[in-house]
């Protein structure tokens, strides 16, 4: 809960100071994909996921949230799908890569580098949900949430920011 740190204005001589609570057990996890064709608008798909510090709820995305995420993705699109993946943990655990195995004839997977954000344009677009909501002083966590999931509604419907993110990692699509 503790807000990250952004700029700010004031009147001259007075330090502005924002009183926020102290810091809680819960986070705010995101998940993600920018989706790429020549021809058509770029479009971008995500899963917010609250966690409130409770034992029962799990603190991030799971193997099936990712799963169910690629499912959705490719209602939407109706076709094959070409996934360029960072090397985050999850994303190589064995359940996930059956998954990959057995739809194997809509699905190719190419990894990114060990460690490459700078060639993953959705690191651009979590960059800008960050930076805009740099400034909010969250009473709780669901206003972050709030938050998180109007910016990344905007995002989805401004087309030349997700192509501005691809642009960002200097990769160019060729088809």
């Not at 001259?12 to 809680?24: A, D, K, N, S, Y």
């Not at 059956?98 to 190419?110: L, P, R």
């Not at 460690?115 to 740099?134: C, F, H, M, T």
């Not at 972050?144 to 905007?154: E, G, M, N, W, Y």
């Amino acid at each position: 809960m503790t807000p990250p740190r952004a700029k700010t204005w004031g009147r001259v001589g007075r330090t502005p100071v924002v009183r926020v609570r102290g810091r809680g057990p819960g986070r705010v996890s995101m998940a993600g994909m920018t989706c790429y064709k020549p021809g058509e608008r770029s479009r971008m798909f995500y899963a917010v996921r609250e966690y409130n510090g409770r034992k029962d709820q799990p603190k991030g995305f799971g193997w099936r949230d990712f799963r169910d995420l690629l499912v959705r993705t490719r209602a939407q699109l109706g076709g094959p799908i070409v996934l360029v993946w960072d090397n985050l943990r999850i994303h190589l655990t064995a359940p996930l890569r059956e998954f990959i195995a057995a739809n194997a004839d809509w699905f190719t997977v190419f990894q990114l580098p060990s460690y490459a954000p700078d060639l993953n344009p959705q690191e651009g677009i979590w960059s800008v949900v960050k930076r805009d909501i740099g400034n909010l002083a969250a009473a709780d966590l669901s206003q972050i949430t709030r938050a998180v999931k109007c910016r990344l509604k905007q995002i989805q419907y401004r087309p030349d920011l997700v192509d501005g993110c691809l642009a960002g990692t200097g990769l160019v699509i060729d088809g």
